[in-house]
């Protein structure tokens, strides 16, 4: 053994000695302590982490929260979060599921549980659950959403456009809805009520990159190409790559 080991060895097994009694199993194992059964702190690290996409650090804290506390119910919808977001929603569905066996009527836990079916193809599913959260809240602006975007998917594009219409009623300024309605009003080749939608979302949102494209190319279709090079100019500071391509439309649209 090298000698400055031995010298080292020596004086941590002195530190050890002389440390007062049950000084250091005392301080590891009250750590070990508040790690495990402190669920509010849990809590607030596992959500901290969810919101900078932590996503393994986040399901580890709010595990560790049910591990205190198993009814912990904000803990396990942070722990069903944490799995979407490390696209597990196999496993976010059954922590979904375990709280509404309590609270079934809890309409962002059945939001959340339609998106984790959504995500796995479970259709049917995804739609029961988006319907019974309009059912105790028909303004749940991303329930809406999530409805009206399955309609303009299967191409039910009327159903499409009287959900994001309705939802629109109660919730004017959310720009999800608002861009959901433009793009129905476009699939449907109806430019000028799309421009509408589109100029709202962008009264909404000043920066929606999706609003300025799809405003400047409903402009397009509606012949206004002044317009529509107004809305390349804000996207060209906004977005260059969704610039270059309105501009390819407004290229081949002499």
Request: net charge negative; hydrophobic share 40%.
């Amino acid at each position: 053994m090298k000698f400055s080991t031995y010298i080292l060895s020596i004086l941590l097994a002195t530190t050890l000695i002389f440390m007062p009694k049950g000084t250091w199993a005392t301080e590891h194992s009250e750590t070990k302590s508040r790690a495990i059964n402190d669920p509010v702190e849990l809590n607030k690290h596992g959500q901290a982490n969810l919101e900078t996409g932590k996503y393994l650090a986040a399901m580890l804290a709010f595990s560790n929260a049910l591990d205190a506390d198993p009814e912990n119910t904000e803990a396990r919808y942070g722990l069903g979060r944490a799995y979407e977001g490390l696209g597990n929603y196999t496993e976010s569905v059954i922590q979904y599921n375990i709280i509404l066996q309590n609270t079934p009527n809890n309409p962002d836990v059945l939001h959340r549980l339609g998106v984790s079916h959504e995500m796995l193809e479970n259709v049917e599913d995804s739609l029961r659950a988006y319907k019974k959260v309009l059912e105790l809240d028909p303004s749940h602006a991303k329930a809406n959403y999530r409805l009206g975007k399955h309609f303009v998917t299967m191409g039910m594009h009327n159903e499409a456009l009287h959900t994001f219409a309705g939802a629109l009623l109660l919730n004017p300024d959310d720009i999800n809805l608002n861009i959901g309605l433009g793009i129905t009003y476009e699939l449907m080749h109806k430019p000028a009520e799309a421009v509408k939608a589109f100029q709202q979302a962008v009264t909404v949102s000043p920066e929606s990159v999706m609003a300025h494209f799809h405003l400047g190319f409903n402009y397009l279709k509606l012949k206004d190409k002044v317009s529509a090079m107004k809305e390349l100019d804000i996207l060209t500071t906004l977005d260059p790559t969704y610039a270059d391509l309105l501009k390819k439309f407004i290229d081949t649209n002499h």
